[in-house]
């Protein structure tokens, strides 16, 4: 019997360890066009050495200010989450609930003036979009969602733009970048 308490309790005292070992990680993503990106991650281990997302997860640009910023909890998504361009203006605000978009989310330019607006609700699309073009800033295009699906409005507001064969490279190329941002503010993949 005594043993087996021997080996029982260091065994127990591990497991129960574990569930609570949260610790920072910080490290250097390199992305497949090589460049790299440092990010720090709060997790914890579970048992069977599994990491989960735990606490603030943050990106820093090369000059190590704060480029993105995002709660997690239990390996989910769950508060506040933000980004910044390198100028310092804030990219996004977005909210989350249990991994679950949730509540108004805000999308601005580099200048700081607003690009997007939307508003979720378990997880889908739920209210007014709103989306200010550069050439018209005043007015807003707008679409109604309800549960994920438009209603009325421009539906097409949140689809890829189509681009003319004829357009000149590097008008494509910042096209295509202002895109990647609203997918990336969508978490679209």
Request: proline share 4%; net charge neutral.
């Amino acid at each position: 019997m005594r043993v087996l308490r021997i080996i029982a309790f260091p065994i127990a005292a591990y497991l129960i360890g574990c569930s609570d070992d949260v610790k920072l990680e910080r490290r250097s993503v390199t992305y497949p066009n090589g460049k790299s990106v440092k990010e720090d991650w709060t997790f914890y281990r579970r048992p069977n050495g599994d990491s989960v997302a735990q606490g603030v997860h943050k990106k820093f640009f090369w000059s190590g200010s704060t480029s993105e910023s995002v709660i997690w909890k239990d390996g989910k998504r769950d508060g506040s989450a933000q980004a910044w361009y390198e100028n310092g203006a804030v990219k996004w605000q977005k909210s989350y609930d249990a991994g679950k978009k949730t509540n108004t989310w805000r999308l601005s330019y580099k200048d700081g003036e607003p690009w997007m607006v939307t508003s979720y609700k378990d997880d889908k699309l739920n209210g007014a979009v709103q989306v200010w073009d550069r050439a018209d800033a005043a007015t807003p295009k707008e679409a109604q969602f309800k549960d994920g699906n438009c209603q009325s409005g421009d539906c097409g507001l949140l689809d890829a733009p189509v681009l003319p064969a004829d357009i000149p490279a590097g008008e494509k190329v910042e096209k295509t970048r202002q895109w990647d941002i609203v997918k990336d503010f969508l978490d679209q993949e």
